[in-house]
């Protein structure tokens, strides 16, 4: 059962557009959600996170928009740029005694075009 | 700072053989460290929870006794991956807890495996 639902699978933007990738999940109990930036052969480097009490968070061209009662969420990309192709994972997580694992979407490979 | 290393990068082994697979935090110590397996475009799956100086926690459908993991220090845990087979060629990446802001994971670079 896939708990963490991403859409699309692949995004072609170009250079200066919005990029919107969007994430649903099933689990109420999940209570953080952070958006990650993997580049091919590297690691997930994290990019902003959300808690459900808030509506919108906003770091520079970054964006997510959290929608509690339609249980989505989604990363805005202002001003898109080439250096921002990459493969985006949205995930979500709950307090498990103490212990916060994450369930990944499967991922937006987001390509910006000059 | 939140720098997370992973050593080897990457690594060719014969099959039958056994890797170890190195995950340090580098300038923060880390009470839980999470071990994930990533096969070409696809999401990482967790495969085990490993605490400081307690047994880690496997999840459903990975053997135990084929990856062990140690997690000795607060800064250091390791992924052995035993009698390695072709089709444990994968990318193996570990992320490290911040102890006072245990919801964020700061994952390694990981480490590319390639069994022959």
């Known amino acids: 059962q896939q708990q963490v639902k991403q859409s699309p699978q692949s995004l072609i933007v170009q250079k200066g557009g919005i990029s919107i990738i969007n994430c649903a999940y099933e689990n109420t109990a999940f209570d953080y959600f952070p958006w990650y930036q993997q580049f091919p052969g590297k690691g997930p480097a994290l990019l902003i996170a959300i808690r459900p009490d808030v509506s919108e968070k906003k770091e520079g061209r970054f964006t997510i928009s959290f929608n509690k009662s339609a249980k989505q969420f989604s990363l805005h990309i202002m001003d898109s740029q080439p250096g921002d192709s990459a493969t985006y994972f949205c995930?979500?997580?709950?307090?498990?005694?103490?212990?916060?694992?994450?369930?990944f979407g499967k991922g937006t490979k987001l390509s910006v075009i000059p | 700072g939140a720098v997370v290393s992973q050593h080897p990068s990457w690594v060719i082994c014969k099959s039958g053989t056994s890797v170890k697979i190195e995950c340090r935090s580098l300038?923060?110590?880390?009470?839980?460290m999470f071990w994930y397996r990533q096969f070409p475009k696809q999401s990482l799956m967790l495969m085990a929870t490993?605490?400081?100086?307690?047994?880690?926690?496997?999840e459903q459908g990975v053997e135990k006794d084929k990856f062990l993991i140690n997690h000795a220090s607060l800064t250091l845990s390791t992924l052995t991956v035993t009698s390695a087979h072709p089709e444990d060629s994968s990318f193996y990446i570990c992320s490290a807890q911040l102890a006072g802001r245990q919801e964020t994971q700061y994952f390694g670079p990981g480490t590319r495996l390639l069994v022959l």
């Open positions: 490993s605490n400081e100086g307690s047994k880690a926690t496997y």
């Open positions: 300038d923060f110590q880390a009470t839980t």
């Open positions: 995930a979500a997580s709950i307090n498990g005694a103490g212990s916060y694992q994450l369930t």
